[in-house]
């Protein structure tokens, strides 16, 4: 069975402080993450994800996130936030049979001017 | 790439009465779409996964009778919320995976559905 943990319903920075979105996972088969971002009335767009490759994984709009087994943790982070950041992230982990995507509760960024 | 039309994007409907909603995989086949429910300020709730040529699976709960999902080609998904009730009032979200990838491969969003039952 695989599960997300997204610690924090919601997260509020100043425009061009550091974001830390933080995504913990369970997974009985090496897992595939993924962060998703949603702004209202709008489905999901992928912002990166991870595939076994690189830990470090870049995406779009300056975030990255760090794959970390033995702490099961894909945290999304960014250095400077910006005012168009502010939406719902969701962390997200797929594997095994069916490849099922199970999505976490997703944390809502506010960003201060 | 990689576009997923889902029409419509908002419908209020009558009590008793079914609306479809459709799911589109406008420049890539989808072998598999996925169908998904969002109450306000909630994660998605996975209803169903979608399988083209074959019946849907869906996940513990959720009635089959009711939200029926209908994948007659590889473009093309759609769910009908039958016998509609106010609770089913909801924000419906489908998504696909590009018929060749695995479960590495990220899933395409439509942009979705915003029901309203009265």
């Known amino acids: 069975a695989q599960s997300v943990t997204q610690l924090g319903s919601h997260v509020s920075v100043s425009e061009g402080a550091l974001v830390l979105l933080r995504c913990n996972y369970s997974?009985?088969?090496?897992?595939?993450l993924f962060w998703y971002v949603q702004y209202p009335n709008q489905g999901l767009q992928l912002l990166l994800k991870?595939?076994?490759?690189?830990?470090l994984v870049k995406g779009i709009n300056g975030f990255e996130a760090e794959f970390k087994k033995s702490e099961t943790s894909f945290h999304l982070t960014k250095p400077s936030a910006h005012m168009s950041d502010a939406a719902e992230y969701f962390c997200?982990?797929?594997?095994?049979?069916?490849?099922?995507?199970?999505f976490g509760a997703g944390t809502r960024l506010f960003v201060k001017a | 790439g990689a576009v997923v039309s889902q029409h419509p994007s908002w419908v209020i409907c009558k009590s008793g009465t079914s609306v479809k909603i459709e799911c589109r995989s406008l420049?890539?086949?989808?072998?598999?779409m996925f169908w998904y429910r969002q109450f306000p300020k909630q994660s998605l709730m996975l209803m169903a996964t979608?399988?083209?040529?074959?019946?849907?699976?869906?996940e513990q709960g959720v009635e089959k009778d009711k939200f029926l999902i209908n994948h007659a080609s590889l473009t093309l998904s759609t769910l009908t919320v039958t016998s509609a009730h106010p609770e089913d009032s909801s924000f419906y979200i489908c998504?696909?995976?590009?018929?060749?990838?695995?479960?590495?491969?990220?899933?395409?969003f439509g942009n979705g559905t915003r029901l309203t039952v009265t």
């Open positions: 997974s009985s088969v090496p897992p595939y």
């Open positions: 997200a982990v797929s594997g095994g049979g069916g490849f099922k995507t199970i």
């Open positions: 420049d890539f086949q989808a072998t598999t």
């Open positions: 991870y595939t076994s490759a690189a830990t």
């Open positions: 979608s399988n083209e040529g074959s019946k849907a699976t869906y």
């Open positions: 998504s696909a995976r590009v018929a060749t990838g695995g479960g590495n491969s990220p899933l395409h």
